[in-house]
């Protein structure tokens, strides 16, 4: 499953590159390498610069950084589906040991159909594996009623300086310690409690080794505290059900197939509905529920239609290991002989190189451009980065582009002393440039349309 998956991601390749902040991140962590140290001030955009700022993906963004050093893009787009192709093959294997093949198949391909719109370049994909290997390490003491894992702790330190998420995998010990603590008559549940308590503890202060300290386990609140600045973010908005899509199909499959006589134990329905919750509020969080919700419904699952058929999954020949890494080989090479690049609605580079906009002084760009222009070296008004700009920053921006504020519009021109612009075509603000007569239109083409001041301001 897992060499399907990857063969698969490395045929599609540039469909992980069709995402701004993949440019980003590489060059956030060629500014890690370059200075031996991560930031803790924004040096990347004008509209913000020296402002608190940390990366809390530094690792990821150091591994990309490498990897695009190494092979360029093609060596990116590797790394990446790599890590998914992993995170499926552990996704598969733990399902195994308690559905049947048949089962277990079904579940990996609606896991893999609900992933696959955030199947991304990006640090949220090379966390995966951990993600998935930690939930399933908590399940299993939950199925088999063990104590707590502490083999596994070390992977929230790589959780941790990986991706911002961590939070969610110390809130997946809750689960763990409520199931054991109903398991048991009242009588036991400090004993219960005191055998959880240091494994929490540990766990907390795994997830706090990183350059940043606790202000990692703070990072999901920081983004949820943009407010309705995140309905402007794609990913970030609730799902659509004003038509029939696949999350809606797959959710009225999930309902019908537990409506079969299926009754989930209360703790693991909890999980669920969780997960559920996240996913319907952002779209983002689907592949939350994809890969962790079939771990926890596993074992109830098995028990109900049937659990694995014959040997261990993990029981394969040694000849047929050594087949699968032969081809793991071929097709990396393979990949990464390709010139494969970002997409090019994300990439303006000939409007910047046509339009001289390097030498331009301040640049209000388009959202979606942000990351190109960290990548090219030319400061942002803003990126991806949503943490550092805030939501009033952003709702702003996004209301004075789409002209549902002309007059701020005007002042935001004026208040950043902005000398030109570089705007997707289909932006409102680009037909208000073209009126006036301090502004002139000097590039367009079906990426971007740059406008200048025609007496540019001094940088």
Request: aromatic share 10%.
């Amino acid at each position: 499953m897992g060499l399907g998956v990857y063969a698969a991601l490395l045929i599609l390749g540039q469909r992980l590159l069709s995402d701004p902040d993949s440019y980003s991140h590489i060059e956030v962590g060629r500014w890690i390498i370059a200075h031996g140290t991560v930031p803790a001030t924004d040096p990347f955009s004008f509209s913000m610069h020296g402002a608190p700022w940390i990366p809390f993906e530094w690792l990821s963004e150091v591994i990309y950084a490498g990897a695009y050093a190494v092979s360029g893009w093609s060596g990116v787009i590797v790394v990446a589906a790599a890590a998914i192709a992993l995170a499926f093959g552990l996704f598969t294997f733990f399902l195994l040991r308690e559905l049947s093949p048949t089962h277990t198949l079904l579940m990996v391909i609606a896991a893999a159909i609900l992933s696959a719109p955030h199947m991304l370049a990006r640090p949220h994909v090379l966390v995966l594996p951990v993600m998935v290997t930690w939930a399933a390490a908590l399940v299993r003491c939950m199925d088999r009623a063990g104590p707590p894992p502490y083999w596994a702790l070390p992977l929230l330190v790589l959780w941790a300086n990986l991706h911002g998420s961590v939070i969610l995998a110390l809130g997946l010990i809750g689960p763990a310690g409520l199931e054991a603590l109903l398991r048991e008559k009242p009588s036991e549940w400090l004993r219960v409690f005191l055998r959880w308590l240091p494994f929490t503890a540990l766990a907390v202060a795994a997830a706090c080794l990183t350059p940043h300290g606790t202000e990692s386990l703070l990072m999901p609140l920081t983004t949820l505290g943009l407010g309705s600045a995140l309905s402007w973010i794609a990913e970030w908005r609730p799902q659509d059900f004003s038509h029939i899509g696949v999350f809606e199909l797959l959710l009225l499959g999930g309902i019908f197939a537990l409506s079969r006589g299926m009754t989930l134990p209360v703790v693991r329905a909890l999980v669920v509905i969780g997960l559920l919750h996240f996913a319907l509020a952002q779209v983002r969080n689907a592949d939350l529920l994809a890969m962790l919700a079939p771990l926890y419904l596993a074992a109830p699952l098995g028990r109900k239609f049937g659990g694995p058929a014959g040997d261990d999954p993990g029981g394969s020949s040694r000849g047929l290991n050594l087949a699968a890494l032969a081809v793991l080989v071929a097709m990396s090479g393979a990949a990464l002989a390709r010139d494969m690049r970002p997409a090019a609605n994300i990439t303006p580079q000939a409007a910047i190189a046509h339009a001289g906009l390097a030498k331009t002084g301040p640049v209000l760009n388009d959202y979606g451009f942000g990351g190109y222009l960290i990548f090219a070296g030319i400061p942002t008004f803003i990126d991806g980065r949503g943490e550092l700009y805030g939501g009033p920053f952003i709702n702003r921006y996004n209301r004075a582009i789409a002209l549902a504020d002309l007059a701020d519009f005007l002042k935001l021109l004026d208040e950043y002393n902005i000398g030109a612009t570089l705007l997707v075509p289909t932006t409102p603000a680009i037909a208000m440039l073209d009126r006036l007569p301090q502004w002139q239109r000097v590039y367009s083409d079906d990426v971007a349309v740059v406008h200048k001041r025609r007496d540019t301001p001094p940088r």
